[in-house]
């Protein structure tokens, strides 16, 4: 399995779409809304998501994640002077829990330490992948409510 990154482009869009609403089915589970409904709903919140990062971080890359040049998931990077913020980070529902997200985390995190820069995410207290980044040195910097903000500290020597 090789993982590599790409640069996003439009023909990406209906993946990037499925990845995130991928990210919100337990929540649309719990709503009696129809079929159509959720889609339009997500339609709006994918929408407003990405007008959202383009704006408040207008130097980050969006990138696929793909293995064996097959895109399966997102990853949305700002790198500040003063560290590496990981906006987004989705795989695909079913490659999730196969290393994937582990493998770019890891080269992230090299990537930081090489450059002596800490790496934070914000992810939510119910998010599964807490666990992988708390194995990966993740501690709370922050919470309100139930999002966390999480921060690796460089470990460069």
């Not at 209906?14 to 339009?40: C, D, G, I």
């Not at 407003?48 to 293995?67: D, F, L, N, S």
């Not at 995410?121 to 980044?133: A, D, G, K, Q």
Request: hydrophobic letters at 40%; glycine letters at 6%; one cysteine or more.
């Amino acid at each position: 399995m090789t993982i590599t990154l790409r640069p996003a482009v439009e023909s990406d869009q209906p993946l990037l779409f499925e990845l995130y609403a991928s990210t919100r089915q337990a929540e649309m589970a719990q709503v009696p809304w129809t079929a159509a409904q959720k889609h339009a709903f997500l339609a709006m919140q994918f929408a407003a998501q990405t007008e959202g990062y383009r704006t408040k971080h207008p130097r980050a890359t969006h990138e696929m994640i793909c293995v064996d040049e097959r895109a399966v998931g997102r990853l949305y990077l700002d790198g500040p002077p003063d560290r590496l913020h990981i906006m987004d980070i989705t795989v695909a529902p079913e490659l999730r829990n196969a290393g994937i997200g582990s493998e770019v985390l890891s080269r992230i995190l090299a990537e930081a330490d090489r450059d002596g820069k800490p790496v934070d995410i914000y992810v939510e207290t119910f998010n599964p992948s807490l666990r992988l980044f708390k194995r990966l040195g993740f501690h709370t910097a922050s919470q309100d409510g139930f999002l966390l903000l999480l921060e690796r500290p460089t470990t460069k020597p």
